[in-house]
Nanobody
Framework: EVQLVESGGGLEQPGGSLRLSCAASGFTFGSYAMAWFRQAPGKEREGVAAIDSDGSTVYGDSVKGRFTISQDNAKNTLYLQMNSLEAEDTAMYYC??????????????????WGQGTQVTVSS
């Protein structure tokens, strides 16, 4: 059974940093594409960052240059390093996984498995 468990969310001030983690189990981590999505109240789900099974990465326009996605295959863990946080980054953040390659790494419908989410709040 595939399981994704996010952690690392919390309250941070504007300009601060947080690192999210997603512990994965039930599949061969390195053979899946992995991604982070977020959803704020009243807004559509947004693709934040993704890493394909070949290690290539892609970012949403709103986080380019501030967020970095990475993974540790030995630990079966996906990370999202978030720097220079802004109030607009406030949202529930979700980890997602899909088997096989796709051209739609930042589209939620392309993913088969989802975690429960971790809340990130950026406020002074």
């Amino acid at each position: 059974e595939v399981q994704l468990v996010e952690s690392g969310g919390g309250l941070e001030q504007p300009g601060g940093s947080l690192r999210l983690s997603c512990a994965a189990s039930g599949f061969t981590f390195g053979s899946y594409a992995m991604a982070w999505f977020r959803q704020a109240p009243g807004k559509e789900r947004e693709g934040v960052a993704a890493i394909d099974s070949d290690g290539s990465t892609v970012y949403g326009d709103s986080v380019k240059g501030r967020f970095t996605i990475s993974q540790d295959n030995a630990k079966n863990t996906l990370y999202l390093q978030m720097n220079s946080l802004e109030a607009e980054d406030t949202a529930m953040y979700y980890c997602a996984a899909r088997r096989g390659k796709t051209s739609y790494l930042l589209r939620g419908w392309a993913y088969n498995f989802w975690g429960q989410g971790t809340q990130v709040t950026v406020s002074s």
